[in-house]
T-cell receptor, first 114, second 111 residues
């Protein structure tokens, strides 16, 4: 089954404790992206990757890091989480060389930073 | 800066009627707009893409229009059903690989 998986699905952590949210896709997509979703603000793009070893900032990259060492994986790293990073996070992927640029989203990771 | 504006108020309609959702954008027209459906607690699911040079696109009971003069896209669901109840998101490309999403409009179809 074609899918994007994220782990963990739920995470409660404390300020300053480094964490990684993993994202993996099995569709051989070149493009992957991370979003956060907050009430009243909608989905906002954090980082994206056009292919292996190629990443760039979205609209809200502060406090986040990413890496793309393999085509299928695109982890999101919070080096020193803060309460304002409490949010619902989504990973997405798409086959850019196509006609619809359809993004496939993962199930989401709900992060709470206390 | 580029923005996508969707009506944040929920839209309640009666089953069988046509639901019409609005997406307004600012600045230059994007090469395309996308519409997604999002159910509570789940990731968005792609529905339709409409390009700048297309006036209208249809898929089953869904229809999307793109008016570059008004800087607006309309999303229609005909013969709406309770199962269509969800939040619908509009997204624009903001550069080659960047995307900007609206906050979404929550649709509730009443039986």
């Amino acid at each position: 089954e074609a899918q994007v998986t994220q782990n963990p699905r739920y995470l409660i952590t404390v300020t300053g404790k480094k964490l990684t949210v993993t994202c993996s896709q099995n569709m051989n997509h070149e493009y992957m992206s991370w979003y956060r979703q907050d009430p009243g603000l909608g989905l906002r793009q954090i980082y994206y990757s056009m292919n292996v070893e190629v990443t760039d900032k979205g609209d809200v990259p502060e406090g986040y890091k990413v890496s793309r060492k393999e085509k299928r994986n695109f982890p999101l790293i919070l080096e020193s989480p803060s309460p304002n990073q409490t949010s619902l996070y989504f990973c997405a992927s798409s086959l850019e060389k196509g006609s619809s640029y359809e993004q496939y989203f993962g199930p989401g990771t709900r992060l709470t930073v206390t | 800066s580029q923005k996508i504006e969707q009506n944040s108020e929920a839209l309640n309609i009666q089953e069988g009627k046509t639901a019409t959702l609005t997406c307004n954008y600012t600045n230059y027209s994007p090469a395309y707009l996308q519409w997604y459906r999002q159910d509570p607690g789940r990731g968005p699911v792609f529905l339709l893409l409409i390009r700048e040079n297309e006036k209208e696109k249809r898929k089953e009971r869904l229809k999307v229009t793109f008016d570059t003069t008004l800087k607006q896209s309309l999303f229609h669901i005909t013969a709406s059903q309770p199962a269509d109840s969800a939040t619908y998101l509009c997204a624009r490309a903001a550069g080659t690989y960047k995307y900007i999403f609206g906050t979404g409009t929550r649709l509730k179809v009443l039986a």
